[in-house]
């Protein structure tokens, strides 16, 4: 095959979206460069164990770090064995604008996931029970004609989703409608919910999960009308609603707000645990910043399978096993970010990949961090950069948070907590002070 094959077939294996259970042969475990966390069989443990109690969980995680492609290993190890679940999976940035995000929209498309999978794959079909008679008052809101009396749950839930996330007027005055109205859509909800868990029984199957993923990519700002940010709103403020599923229930929430003073709160309402899938550890922590080699190793892997995938050898996409492991330094322990560096330098300079490709990287980064550090931010990096640590008050909190958020600063569990710079945000020095005008 010629080399232009080649280059595509390794940039399509280094994927930055999660791997699927059929991808298998590429899934390295991460968890003992990771501080053995387990959190997939603690929310898999939690939910066998609940004796036909509901459950209802959130795991939190910075972007990049492998939330996902834990969940769906949850998906695949809940439904093997003999007491199997039927669940629900579903990427909430498909169903929702994540720029404005409240319980109703997310009860609206977990019905419509549960009724299309359930559908699909169970050969279930729910009806719309109580939905009927709360559809009644949407009626201006679809384009086209729908008989209410007679409508299929998936469809009505699809045009009702459709036009709240593509609608930013629509949605508000939908909410507006529906808000007085939302313990009679909660019930509506879990009429819909026994039907399935019903239907599931009579097949054999243990239970009903529902796992929303992408609520942890919420744009988090202050949510308009209460004062609060949009993640406390809606993990805090509405956690009351979002537990009330008649099924098991597992989200996935912003970090930041595990690193918060909300975070009892959360623990509290949501299972008595926050689990957190931290960053692989791939270098020492501060001051020492020596490769760690056991993360190294782990992160050699990931590269090792999907090149074995694509049909290619190291020395076709690396001039040398150095510029691989700088590579993986670079990207500080998060798996998408290896995967987006892989294809970066590959649209860039093609392969091998080398050290003018990884410094091309390197710069693109730190001048996009640069771009979205202020003034303010300093003091918390060069306290991280010193000691790996920092100490929150509830005055440097928000500034905390929206680093974690932009991943400016990583978490790592290795034996203790602790932080470390991005390498993109690490050779950055806080902007001169101006000059006072005389």
């Not at 949407?138 to 593509?166: N, P, Q, R, Y």
């Not at 239907?199 to 988090?220: E, N, P, W």
């Not at 922590?285 to 050699?300: E, Q, S």
Request: hydrophobic share 40%; with cysteine.
């Amino acid at each position: 095959m010629d080399d232009g094959d080649l280059v595509q077939r390794v940039y399509r294996k280094f994927d930055i979206t999660a791997l699927r259970p059929e991808q298998q042969e590429l899934y390295v475990n991460l968890d003992q460069v990771r501080g053995n966390i387990d959190a997939v069989p603690r929310l898999e443990n939690t939910i066998r164990r609940a004796e036909g109690m509901r459950t209802c969980q959130v795991l939190a995680g910075h972007d990049g770090s492998g939330k996902s492609t834990e969940l769906l290993r949850l998906k695949q190890r809940l439904e093997a064995g003999s007491k199997s679940f039927f669940v629900v999976y579903f990427e909430g940035g498909e169903e929702l604008d994540l720029n404005d995000v409240d319980f109703l929209d997310i009860l609206i498309v977990i019905i419509k996931q549960m009724a299309a999978q359930l559908k699909d794959r169970a050969a279930i079909n729910l009806k719309p029970g109580y939905f009927q008679d709360r559809w009644q008052r949407l009626k201006e809101f679809f384009t086209s004609e729908i008989s209410f009396k007679s409508v299929d749950l998936e469809v009505g839930m699809m045009k009702l989703a459709g036009v709240i996330k593509d609608s930013p007027d629509s949605r508000a005055k939908i909410r507006s409608l529906l808000e007085p109205d939302t313990n009679n859509w909660l019930a509506a909800a879990n009429d819909v919910i026994s039907q399935a868990v019903q239907g599931l029984m009579r097949q054999g199957k243990a239970g009903l999960l529902v796992v929303i993923d992408d609520l942890d990519k919420l744009i988090v700002r202050e949510h308009v009308g209460t004062g609060c940010n949009t993640d406390e709103y809606l993990f805090v403020n509405r956690a009351a609603q979002l537990t009330a599923f008649n099924c098991h229930v597992v989200y996935s929430m912003p970090l930041s707000l595990a690193y918060s003073h909300h975070e009892p709160a959360v623990k509290s309402k949501f299972g008595g645990s926050v689990p957190v899938v931290p960053m692989t550890r791939v270098a020492g922590r501060l001051p020492d910043r020596k490769p760690y080699l056991a993360g190294v190793r782990k992160f050699r892997e990931i590269i090792a399978r999907r090149l074995k995938a694509a049909g290619a050898k190291q020395t076709d996409v690396f001039v040398s096993a150095k510029v691989r492991d700088d590579l993986i330094a670079l990207s500080g322990g998060q798996p998408k970010e290896l995967m987006a560096l892989v294809r970066d330098a590959i649209v860039t300079h093609g392969v091998p990949i080398d050290q003018r490709s990884l410094q091309r990287a390197k710069t693109n980064g730190q001048r996009e961090y640069a771009r979205q550090l202020r003034l303010e931010h300093w003091p918390i990096l060069d306290e991280i950069r010193r000691s790996g640590t920092f100490g929150r008050t509830r005055e440097n909190e928000p500034l905390f948070r929206e680093l974690l958020a932009s991943r400016a600063i990583l978490q790592y569990v290795n034996k203790q907590e602790w932080y470390g710079l991005n390498p993109m945000v690490a050779a950055l020095k806080p902007p001169g002070k101006p000059k006072s005008a005389r």
